[in-house]
Nanobody
Framework: QVQLVESGGGLVQAGGSLRLSCAAS????????MGWYRQAPGKQRELVAV???????TYADSVKGRFTISRDSAKNTVYLQMNSLKPEDTAVYYC???????????????WGQGTQVTVSS
């Protein structure tokens, strides 16, 4: 199977920066996309940013110009550089991967365990 392991969350003051990482491991044939979602208390999980393994990226309007998603194909790793953080960015951030296990199995949707990002005002 596939595991997604996130790192890099924490507490930061408003205006600060954090970098999240997510490494995919296991029986991976190919990766379609990897991305980041977030869920704040009492709210639904929402897309933050997603990148195709070809390099195309999509961002939520609320983070455009502040967050940058990138990937290292050789390491099956995706990063989220978060700058100019705001208190409203506080949430649990989840890594997502759409991954094919073999040429005929998948793609399947996988999730990481989540990492807390807290931005203080």
């Amino acid at each position: 199977q596939v595991q997604l392991v996130e790192s890099g969350g924490g507490l930061v003051q408003a205006g600060g920066s954090l970098r999240l990482s997510c490494a995919a491991s296991g029986s991976i044939f190919s990766i379609n996309t990897m991305g980041w979602y977030r869920q704040a208390p009492g709210k639904q999980r929402e897309l933050v940013a997603v990148i195709t393994w070809g390099g195309s990226s999509t961002y939520a309007d609320s983070v455009k110009g502040r967050f940058t998603i990138s990937r290292d194909s050789a390491k099956n790793t995706v990063y989220l550089q978060m700058n100019s953080l705001k208190p409203e960015d506080t949430a649990v951030y989840y890594c997502n991967g759409v991954i094919r296990l073999t040429p005929v199995r998948g793609p399947y949707n996988y999730w990481g365990q989540g990492t807390q990002v807290t931005v203080s005002s």
